[in-house]
């Protein structure tokens, strides 16, 4: 039941090391969260928003792995 959305957070998390800054990594962040609410049964509107700002403020956040180029 749950496979689909850890697989999807698997990948985007792969992913993430590959986006340069702050709008690319908030882009991202936006599509996976919408996809992953979608595939969940919530909002993908919410999961966009809510991805979209983790993605954007990561950097800000000192999160390993999210370091612009």
Same mark, same amino acid.
């Given at each position: 039941?749950?496979?689909?959305? *850890?697989?999807?957070? !698997? #990948? ?14 908030? !882009?991202?962040? #936006? #599509? ?6 979608? !595939? ?8 966009? !928003? *809510? ?19």
């Amino acid at each position: 039941m749950y496979t689909k959305p *850890i697989l999807l957070l !698997v #990948a985007l998390t792969g992913l993430s090391g590959c986006l340069a800054n702050n709008t690319e990594r908030g !882009v991202a962040g #936006a #599509a996976g969260g919408a996809v992953i609410a979608g !595939v969940t049964g919530g909002s993908p509107v919410t999961g966009a !928003v *809510i991805g979209g700002a983790a993605g954007y403020f990561c950097h800000d956040l000192n999160l390993p792995g999210c370091k612009n180029k």
